[in-house]
């Protein structure tokens, strides 16, 4: 019992192929680099993670400290962990 049926077209140049797979790759890199995180260096990202709300404490809920107290363990295990690699 046949569900999907693959054609491979063979018809496609290497340069087509090529150009589409740049194309792929440059949306790639462009959405990446929207959800990209500025911290120039780890430093700055750890005292970032260190502080409630990325350092914004006016707009900080209650929401905010909890889960800021909550996973303050895990954000110090990272750090440790990634200063090992």
Known sequence: MCIYKILINSSISFLEFNSVLNRLMIMTNMNVDGMRVHNETWA????????????DIENATSADYVMHF????????????MLMR
Not at 45 to 54: T, W
Not at 70 to 81: H, P, Q, R, S
């Open 70 to 81: 909550l996973t303050f363990g895990f954000k110090v295990n990272w750090f440790i962990l």
């Open 44 to 55: 700055q990202q750890f005292m970032d993670a260190m502080n409630v709300n990325g350092g």
